[in-house]
């Protein structure tokens, strides 16, 4: 047997009187009007279920918050990914407690003291998601570096140094850039990396990062002592 539709109140607004209907009757059925008001008015009284009107006002009321409570939950989770977007574009720059920017204006001051003046680079910062070293690049005006997050300062500072020196010092790894690292590194840091002839412009990075490292009281391991020739 066909389950019985729920029954409601349909209600003439005039004379209150009922009519018991489903939620939908059809349009022209006569449940919907209260034909003793309407032959007494003249016009068609029609008949409003207040049990249905009142549940699609909540309906709608719960819709509303629904709409508005998503709206702003999306707006929060942008917010946030905003901020964490900046945090880390923020944090990029940071290793052990030194600014790697606040650091090039620092060393370059350095490198005119010395005879090397240089403009700032533009620089851009990136971490590396493989391997435990930092590698950098340097191009006419533009330095690029790429170090693994949380990485100890002396890689970055070390790594920062010898880009640096190949923005304000000619001649690729010769002996101009060789003497300015050394001289950004140990006049920075205060250490002392002795360019020693023969010795690769790789042994000279990995010298400097034990030299600031053992300055910065920071165990390194063998990874981050390494830079690959991109930065070395
Ligand atoms: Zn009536
Ligand atoms: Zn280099």
């Not at 629904?66 to 900046?86: D, G, H, N, Y």
């Not at 300055?215 to 690959?228: F, G, S, V, Y």
């Amino acid at each position: 047997m066909a389950k019985e539709a729920k029954q409601y109140r349909w209600v003439c607004p005039e004379c209150c009187g009922f009519k018991l209907a489903s939620s939908r009757p059809k349009k022209i059925a006569t449940v919907r009007f209260c034909l003793p008001c309407s032959e007494a008015t003249g016009l068609l009284v029609e008949r409003g279920c207040p049990k249905l009107d009142k549940s699609r006002e909540t309906k709608a009321e719960r819709d509303k918050v629904r709409r508005e409570r998503a709206v702003a939950t999306k707006r929060k989770t942008k917010k946030k990914a905003r901020a964490k977007r900046e945090e880390t574009a923020e944090e990029k720059w940071h290793y052990g407690g030194y600014d790697l920017r606040a650091e090039a204006t620092r060393l370059l001051k350095i490198a005119r003291g010395e005879g090397y003046p240089c403009k700032k680079p533009s620089m851009t910062a990136n971490w590396r998601h493989k391997g435990g070293y930092a590698t950098g690049r340097s191009w006419g005006g533009k330095v690029h570096l790429t170090i693994p997050k949380g990485s100890p300062a002396a890689p970055a500072l070390v790594l920062l140094a010898h880009e640096l020196a190949h923005e304000a010092a000619p001649g690729h790894h010769g002996f101009e850039w060789r003497w300015l690292f050394s001289t950004l590194v140990n006049k920075g840091y205060g250490v002392t990396v002795e360019y020693k002839g023969g010795c690769s412009s790789r042994d000279l990075h990995k010298a400097a990062i034990q030299a600031v490292a053992a300055k910065l009281n920071e165990e390194l391991t063998d990874a981050q002592l390494e830079a690959d020739e991109e930065g070395a």
